[in-house]
């Protein structure tokens, strides 16, 4: 895709503008009465995505004008917040639109090779730049001066076949009027996998050179990519929370004595799991997605012949397990018990099952040993940086292979098994950290260790409850377990 800036007809025109001379590449010569000179050169960005992370409009404008022209001969100039009012009046006729005041202004006029400004408002506003400064006390002044400054050139659409996102394109207005000619997509959150709209949009205008103007987007080359992608997420989307609660049983394949999960095969376990959506759907401000938890890595009271006192369950049991979930619109959270190996390497024992766009990650400290542990002696615990190192690798593998965003989950029931849990970072746009504070006992016991854990905590973290059939005293009901405040985002039977 080449972003020439002019249109179709006038590709040689603009051509032929650039030296001025009777050359010619296939066109008619610069002399014909039959082709008009351009005022401006566009030339089309280095790289498929841009980002333009100035700060203020004004110089994403600049930016945008750097980007885009070669050279204008003519350029518009507004007091700032003055652009709404000739924006229309000046994309139409394809030259910039920018600040009187933005700094580096005057290098880009020179850049340009401009040899006149339109100023609208007072001229005495704007500095000395080194060209003729024409006034233009008001809008039709402005659109008056155009016609008059450029009446022997064909307007240019420098942002033709280019793609412009902004979070607000009022406040862009000088950015996506210098960009004449592109499609603009607002994405007020900035991250274009949050809005169906949104996403309906990009995929409806295929895969474009793309500027995004603003600083703050999460890692655009990513989340444009998911966006413009087919993989969605059981329940629809991109993003795991907000948008969805998620409801789970919890055990092993075959071992029943582990969790409600393994009591039955998986099309069982896909009717009891969906049993227990239906409890929640009609009390629930947001739809009910039904998920596997499944241990994926047992803790084991034996050593094991690779000495790390742990079971790890192969790829091939689990499979069938991931892949009944998925066929039923189920999400799948592998949960590892590590002993005492450490989390990374068992996480890319199953990297072929991460690869699934709905299958999910979580961590249980309480069964990750020292050196010198054994399971059931002590609750054991995790750094956070150990765990930071996890999400970390789960998000690259989510970015590489274009993966809608993935749970990554980290069991708590006590402060001690997370070590500096502030280690564990929340902004990575692959990844919905949820802590599952999952004890058991009494309602009153579980919400005061939910409390706890809650203090203090980053507001990107999401939170899960598990409920436990036989220890808790007594388990809550659907209708108990979302008056928790806040209303848990994820929870878990066993």
Known sequence: MSVTGARARQACAVVLAVALLAATQGCTGADSPDVPPSAVEIQQPDEQLTVVADESPGARALSVSRLLYARADVVVLVPAGGGAEVAEIVGGHGV????????????????????????????????????????????????????????????????????????????DVLAVTTAAGAEVVAVPTGDPRTDPAVVEQLRSLGDRPTVVLGPGWPDPTYTLQVARSGDELPGGGHTIFPGRHVVALYGSPDLPALG??????????????????????????????????????????????DGDYSREVPVETIRPWVDAAGDAGMYVILDLQPGRTDFLTQAKLYTDLLLEPHVGLALDPEWRLAPDQVHLRQIGSVTGAEADAVAAWLADLTRQNGLPQKM???????????TNRELVRTDRPE???????????????????????????????????????????????PEQTWAVAPRPDLVTYQ
């Open 96 to 171: 910039p639109l920018l600040e009187t005041a933005t700094p580096g202004l005057a290098e880009e006029l020179e850049r340009l090779g401009a040899t006149s400004a339109v100023v609208l408002g007072d001229p005495g506003a704007a500095p000395d730049l080194g060209v003729e400064v024409v006034a233009a006390p008001t809008t039709a002044d402005v659109g008056r001066e155009l016609d008059d400054l450029l009446a022997a050139s064909e307007p240019a659409d420098p942002g033709e076949g280019l793609l412009v996102l902004t979070r607000d394109p009022a406040a």
């Open 408 to 418: 990554f989950v980290l069991h708590q029931f006590a402060g001690s098994m997370i």
């Open 431 to 477: 990844l919905q950290v949820v802590v599952h504070v999952d004890g058991q006992g009494t309602p009153g016991g579980k919400v005061g260790t939910w409390n706890l854990l809650r203090q203090g905590a980053d507001p990107g973290i999401a939170w899960g409850w598990k409920n436990f059939f036989d220890e808790d005293m007594p388990m809550l009901t």
């Open 260 to 305: 409600v999960l393994g009591e039955q095969d998986p099309a069982g376990a896909v009717v009891r799991t969906q049993q227990a959506v239906d409890q929640y759907t009609p009390i629930s401000d947001r739809p009910v997605v039904g998920a596997f938890e499944i241990i994926a890595t047992i803790a084991d009271a034996e050593i094991g012949a």
